[in-house]
Protein backbone atom coordinates (compact mmCIF):
# COMPACT_ATOMS: atom_id res chain seq x y z
CA UNK A 1 0.00 0.00 0.00
CA UNK A 2 1.27 3.96 -0.92
CA UNK A 3 1.70 5.88 1.53
CA UNK A 4 1.23 9.40 1.01
CA UNK A 5 3.77 11.66 1.69
CA UNK A 6 4.43 13.58 4.93
CA UNK A 7 4.45 17.15 4.67
CA UNK A 8 7.05 18.91 7.28
CA UNK A 9 5.95 21.90 8.67
CA UNK A 10 9.10 24.03 7.13
CA UNK A 11 7.99 22.82 3.90
CA UNK A 12 4.38 23.98 4.00
CA UNK A 13 5.40 27.22 4.89
CA UNK A 14 8.06 27.92 1.89
CA UNK A 15 5.54 26.68 -0.37
CA UNK A 16 3.22 28.81 0.93
CA UNK A 17 5.57 31.70 0.83
CA UNK A 18 5.74 31.34 -2.57
CA UNK A 19 1.68 32.34 -3.25
CA UNK A 20 0.73 35.94 -4.41
CA UNK A 21 -0.19 38.25 -1.81
CA UNK A 22 -3.30 40.82 -2.56
CA UNK A 23 -2.57 43.47 -0.82
CA UNK A 24 -6.07 44.99 0.93
CA UNK A 25 -8.40 46.72 -1.10
CA UNK A 26 -7.45 44.84 -4.21
CA UNK A 27 -9.91 45.24 -6.87
CA UNK A 28 -10.11 41.33 -7.12
CA UNK A 29 -11.68 40.71 -3.97
CA UNK A 30 -14.40 43.63 -4.21
CA UNK A 31 -17.27 42.60 -2.38
CA UNK A 32 -20.29 41.81 -5.43
CA UNK A 33 -23.39 44.85 -5.82
CA UNK A 34 -25.99 44.50 -3.88
CA UNK A 35 -29.00 43.19 -6.10
CA UNK A 36 -31.85 43.76 -3.84
CA UNK A 37 -34.12 41.79 -2.19
CA UNK A 38 -37.21 39.69 -4.29
CA UNK A 39 -38.79 36.55 -5.05
CA UNK A 40 -38.28 34.73 -8.18
CA UNK A 41 -41.42 35.64 -10.80
CA UNK A 42 -42.88 32.26 -10.99
CA UNK A 43 -43.87 28.93 -9.36
CA UNK A 44 -45.21 25.71 -11.07
CA UNK A 45 -46.45 22.84 -9.21
CA UNK A 46 -49.01 19.90 -10.48
CA UNK A 47 -52.57 19.86 -9.64
CA UNK A 48 -53.28 15.93 -10.88
CA UNK A 49 -52.46 16.45 -14.77
CA UNK A 50 -52.62 19.96 -14.79
CA UNK A 51 -49.48 22.25 -14.57
CA UNK A 52 -50.36 25.26 -12.50
CA UNK A 53 -48.03 28.55 -12.24
CA UNK A 54 -48.14 31.23 -9.97
CA UNK A 55 -47.12 34.40 -11.40
CA UNK A 56 -45.80 37.38 -9.60
CA UNK A 57 -47.09 40.32 -11.82
CA UNK A 58 -46.24 42.83 -8.85
CA UNK A 59 -45.02 43.52 -4.54
CA UNK A 60 -44.66 46.70 -2.99
CA UNK A 61 -44.45 47.35 0.43
CA UNK A 62 -47.34 48.95 1.95
CA UNK A 63 -47.39 51.31 5.05
CA UNK A 64 -50.22 51.57 8.13
CA UNK A 65 -51.45 47.69 7.64
CA UNK A 66 -53.89 48.71 10.38
CA UNK A 67 -55.36 50.96 8.10
CA UNK A 68 -56.48 48.64 6.05
CA UNK A 69 -56.57 45.16 7.89
CA UNK A 70 -58.54 44.98 11.09
CA UNK A 71 -60.60 48.29 11.30
CA UNK A 72 -63.05 46.95 14.13
CA UNK A 73 -60.25 45.81 16.56
CA UNK A 74 -57.85 48.38 18.47
CA UNK A 75 -54.53 48.76 17.61
CA UNK A 76 -53.27 47.01 20.94
CA UNK A 77 -54.95 44.12 19.55
CA UNK A 78 -53.24 44.43 16.05
CA UNK A 79 -49.90 44.50 17.39
CA UNK A 80 -50.16 41.63 19.65
CA UNK A 81 -51.15 39.55 16.83
CA UNK A 82 -48.30 41.25 14.81
CA UNK A 83 -45.58 40.72 17.21
CA UNK A 84 -46.76 36.75 17.85
CA UNK A 85 -46.38 36.14 13.99
CA UNK A 86 -42.96 38.03 14.46
CA UNK A 87 -44.22 40.85 11.43
CA UNK A 88 -44.01 44.57 11.45
CA UNK A 89 -47.33 46.53 12.78
CA UNK A 90 -46.24 49.76 10.40
CA UNK A 91 -45.13 48.02 6.96
CA UNK A 92 -46.81 45.01 4.84
CA UNK A 93 -45.24 43.66 1.86
CA UNK A 94 -48.29 43.27 -0.91
CA UNK A 95 -47.84 40.73 -3.23
CA UNK A 96 -49.88 40.44 -6.81
CA UNK A 97 -50.10 37.10 -7.92
CA UNK A 98 -52.07 35.83 -11.10
CA UNK A 99 -52.18 32.53 -12.09
CA UNK A 100 -52.09 30.12 -15.16
CA UNK A 101 -53.95 26.27 -15.21
CA UNK A 102 -52.41 24.31 -18.48
CA UNK A 103 -55.00 21.80 -19.04
CA UNK A 104 -52.92 19.97 -21.72
CA UNK A 105 -55.77 21.22 -24.00
CA UNK A 106 -55.73 25.38 -22.95
CA UNK A 107 -53.54 27.99 -21.06
CA UNK A 108 -56.22 29.49 -18.59
CA UNK A 109 -55.20 32.81 -16.82
CA UNK A 110 -56.44 33.77 -13.62
CA UNK A 111 -56.34 37.81 -13.19
CA UNK A 112 -53.97 40.34 -14.74
CA UNK A 113 -52.27 42.26 -12.26
CA UNK A 114 -51.51 46.00 -12.10
CA UNK A 115 -50.95 46.55 -16.05
CA UNK A 116 -49.54 44.93 -19.00
CA UNK A 117 -46.10 44.98 -18.53
CA UNK A 118 -46.11 43.24 -15.11
CA UNK A 119 -48.13 39.99 -16.34
CA UNK A 120 -46.90 39.69 -19.53
CA UNK A 121 -42.87 40.52 -18.13
CA UNK A 122 -44.22 37.02 -15.33
CA UNK A 123 -45.63 34.96 -18.38
CA UNK A 124 -42.50 35.17 -20.41
CA UNK A 125 -40.36 34.66 -17.22
CA UNK A 126 -42.17 31.08 -16.77
CA UNK A 127 -42.02 29.83 -20.26
CA UNK A 128 -45.47 31.73 -22.03
CA UNK A 129 -46.45 34.41 -24.13
CA UNK A 130 -49.53 36.67 -24.02
CA UNK A 131 -50.81 35.30 -27.57
CA UNK A 132 -50.72 31.56 -25.90
CA UNK A 133 -53.26 32.41 -23.42
CA UNK A 134 -56.96 30.75 -24.40
CA UNK A 135 -58.58 32.37 -21.37
CA UNK A 136 -58.73 35.20 -19.36
CA UNK A 137 -60.81 34.78 -16.33
CA UNK A 138 -61.15 37.79 -13.87
CA UNK A 139 -62.50 37.12 -10.27
CA UNK A 140 -63.29 40.06 -10.04
CA UNK A 141 -62.66 43.65 -11.27
CA UNK A 142 -60.97 45.64 -8.69
CA UNK A 143 -57.96 47.38 -10.32
CA UNK A 144 -55.08 45.03 -9.22
CA UNK A 145 -57.05 41.93 -10.92
CA UNK A 146 -58.22 43.79 -14.16
CA UNK A 147 -54.50 45.99 -14.90
CA UNK A 148 -53.12 43.98 -17.22
CA UNK A 149 -55.98 43.18 -19.68
CA UNK A 150 -55.43 45.81 -21.63
CA UNK A 151 -52.96 49.18 -22.26
CA UNK A 152 -51.38 51.63 -24.55
CA UNK A 153 -50.83 49.06 -27.10
CA UNK A 154 -54.73 47.56 -26.51
CA UNK A 155 -55.95 44.14 -25.48
CA UNK A 156 -52.72 41.98 -23.87
CA UNK A 157 -54.23 38.59 -24.93
CA UNK A 158 -55.09 38.83 -28.46
CA UNK A 159 -56.13 35.11 -29.05
CA UNK A 160 -58.18 34.65 -25.28
CA UNK A 161 -61.83 34.60 -24.80
CA UNK A 162 -62.90 36.27 -21.63
CA UNK A 163 -64.61 35.06 -18.31
CA UNK A 164 -66.01 36.40 -15.71
CA UNK A 165 -69.41 36.17 -13.16
CA UNK A 166 -72.48 37.37 -14.08
CA UNK A 167 -72.98 39.42 -10.51
CA UNK A 168 -69.74 41.05 -10.64
CA UNK A 169 -69.72 41.99 -14.55
CA UNK A 170 -73.16 43.54 -13.86
CA UNK A 171 -72.58 45.05 -10.78
CA UNK A 172 -69.26 47.46 -12.02
CA UNK A 173 -71.22 47.69 -15.78
CA UNK A 174 -73.62 50.09 -13.94
CA UNK A 175 -70.94 52.08 -12.16
CA UNK A 176 -68.36 54.60 -13.14
CA UNK A 177 -65.42 52.98 -12.27
CA UNK A 178 -62.49 54.45 -14.33
CA UNK A 179 -60.63 51.42 -13.94
CA UNK A 180 -63.60 49.08 -15.20
CA UNK A 181 -64.62 51.26 -18.09
CA UNK A 182 -61.33 51.99 -19.72
CA UNK A 183 -60.12 47.77 -19.33
CA UNK A 184 -63.12 45.87 -19.40
CA UNK A 185 -65.97 47.50 -20.71
CA UNK A 186 -64.59 47.60 -24.22
CA UNK A 187 -64.25 44.00 -24.32
CA UNK A 188 -67.81 43.05 -23.06
CA UNK A 189 -68.67 41.53 -25.87
CA UNK A 190 -65.93 39.01 -25.64
CA UNK A 191 -67.23 38.10 -22.19
CA UNK A 192 -69.21 34.96 -21.20
CA UNK A 193 -70.73 34.84 -17.78
CA UNK A 194 -70.90 32.64 -15.59
CA UNK A 195 -72.59 31.80 -11.85
CA UNK A 196 -72.06 29.72 -8.65
CA UNK A 197 -70.43 26.14 -10.07
CA UNK A 198 -69.99 27.58 -13.53
CA UNK A 199 -67.44 25.97 -15.80
CA UNK A 200 -64.58 27.63 -17.60
CA UNK A 201 -63.38 24.28 -18.89
CA UNK A 202 -62.93 20.36 -18.17
CA UNK A 203 -62.06 20.14 -14.20
CA UNK A 204 -62.41 24.44 -13.19
CA UNK A 205 -65.41 25.16 -12.02
CA UNK A 206 -66.72 28.68 -10.48
CA UNK A 207 -67.22 28.80 -6.10
CA UNK A 208 -69.53 31.88 -5.30
CA UNK A 209 -67.19 33.77 -2.74
CA UNK A 210 -69.19 37.48 -2.45
CA UNK A 211 -68.37 40.28 0.00
CA UNK A 212 -65.02 41.46 -1.24
CA UNK A 213 -67.04 43.00 -4.14
CA UNK A 214 -70.59 41.83 -5.07
CA UNK A 215 -69.92 38.85 -7.57
CA UNK A 216 -66.49 38.13 -6.42
CA UNK A 217 -65.44 34.77 -7.29
CA UNK A 218 -63.00 31.89 -6.22
CA UNK A 219 -62.48 28.63 -9.07
CA UNK A 220 -61.84 25.08 -7.81
CA UNK A 221 -59.28 22.87 -9.80
CA UNK A 222 -59.92 19.35 -9.93
CA UNK A 223 -57.71 17.07 -11.87
CA UNK A 224 -57.18 12.93 -11.12
CA UNK A 225 -58.29 13.53 -7.62
CA UNK A 226 -56.44 16.39 -7.02
CA UNK A 227 -57.72 19.58 -5.95
CA UNK A 228 -56.53 23.65 -5.61
CA UNK A 229 -58.72 26.36 -4.44
CA UNK A 230 -57.88 29.65 -6.51
CA UNK A 231 -59.20 32.16 -3.49
CA UNK A 232 -58.28 35.63 -5.43
CA UNK A 233 -59.20 37.62 -2.66
CA UNK A 234 -61.14 35.39 0.13
CA UNK A 235 -58.29 36.53 2.27
CA UNK A 236 -55.53 38.85 1.89
CA UNK A 237 -53.24 38.07 4.57
CA UNK A 238 -52.13 35.31 6.18
CA UNK A 239 -52.25 36.56 9.41
CA UNK A 240 -54.60 39.53 9.53
CA UNK A 241 -57.21 37.71 7.93
CA UNK A 242 -56.94 33.80 7.33
CA UNK A 243 -55.32 33.89 11.12
CA UNK A 244 -58.43 36.27 12.16
CA UNK A 245 -61.40 35.73 9.16
CA UNK A 246 -63.33 38.44 11.34
CA UNK A 247 -61.30 41.25 11.00
CA UNK A 248 -62.48 43.90 9.04
CA UNK A 249 -60.49 45.02 6.02
CA UNK A 250 -60.92 47.96 3.79
CA UNK A 251 -60.95 47.04 0.56
CA UNK A 252 -64.26 44.24 1.39
CA UNK A 253 -67.36 46.05 0.04
CA UNK A 254 -69.73 44.15 2.22
CA UNK A 255 -67.33 43.85 5.31
CA UNK A 256 -69.67 40.99 6.79
CA UNK A 257 -70.78 39.05 4.10
CA UNK A 258 -66.60 38.80 3.24
CA UNK A 259 -65.97 37.88 6.39
CA UNK A 260 -68.73 34.96 6.41
CA UNK A 261 -67.09 33.87 3.29
CA UNK A 262 -63.86 33.64 4.54
CA UNK A 263 -64.95 31.74 7.00
CA UNK A 264 -66.70 29.60 5.01
CA UNK A 265 -64.04 28.70 2.23
CA UNK A 266 -61.23 28.39 4.81
CA UNK A 267 -63.34 26.05 7.39
CA UNK A 268 -63.97 24.20 3.68
CA UNK A 269 -60.78 23.82 3.19
CA UNK A 270 -59.26 22.90 5.89
CA UNK A 271 -61.92 19.83 6.70
CA UNK A 272 -60.75 18.79 3.14
CA UNK A 273 -57.33 19.75 3.10
CA UNK A 274 -57.31 21.61 0.23
CA UNK A 275 -54.38 23.44 -0.70
CA UNK A 276 -55.24 27.19 -2.23
CA UNK A 277 -53.53 30.29 -3.49
CA UNK A 278 -54.35 33.85 -1.88
CA UNK A 279 -53.59 35.87 -4.78
CA UNK A 280 -51.93 38.43 -1.75
CA UNK A 281 -50.59 35.65 0.08
CA UNK A 282 -46.66 35.62 0.87
CA UNK A 283 -45.46 35.04 -2.56
CA UNK A 284 -45.53 31.92 -4.08
CA UNK A 285 -49.08 32.49 -2.66
CA UNK A 286 -49.75 28.93 -2.31
CA UNK A 287 -50.75 27.16 1.30
CA UNK A 288 -52.87 24.94 3.39
CA UNK A 289 -54.88 26.30 6.72
CA UNK A 290 -56.09 24.19 9.20
CA UNK A 291 -58.78 25.44 12.37
CA UNK A 292 -56.73 27.06 15.73
CA UNK A 293 -58.71 28.64 18.24
CA UNK A 294 -61.18 31.33 16.77
CA UNK A 295 -59.60 31.17 13.35
CA UNK A 296 -57.01 29.47 10.84
CA UNK A 297 -53.12 28.32 10.62
CA UNK A 298 -51.68 28.88 7.03
CA UNK A 299 -48.60 26.55 6.30
CA UNK A 300 -46.78 27.68 2.99
CA UNK A 301 -46.77 24.72 1.00
CA UNK A 302 -43.35 23.44 0.10
CA UNK A 303 -42.55 20.47 -2.21
CA UNK A 304 -46.56 19.03 -1.75
CA UNK A 305 -47.53 19.97 -5.11
CA UNK A 306 -44.29 19.11 -6.77
CA UNK A 307 -44.86 15.37 -6.66
Known sequence: MLKAPRISRRHFL?????????????????????LGVGPAKFNRMKVGAFEVTT???GTRAVENPKGIFGLNVDEAEFDAASAAA???????????????????????????????AGITGALEAAGYTADQVDA??????HGDHIGGIAGDAGETFKNARYITGAAEFDFWSKSDNQGFNG???????????LDDQGTVASGISAVAAFGHTPGHMAYRIESEG????????????????????DWEVRFDMDKSAA?????????MMAADNIPFVGYHMPFPGVGYVEAQGDGFHYTPATYQLYL
Open 55 to 57: LLA
Open 136 to 141: VVLTHM
Open 259 to 267: AATRRRLLG
Open 226 to 245: SQLILGADIANHYIWSVAHP
Open 183 to 193: KVKPLAEKFAM
Open 86 to 116: NIPNDVAQFFFTPTVVNTGSELVLFDTGLNP
Open 14 to 34: AGTAALPVLAQGNTAMAAADM
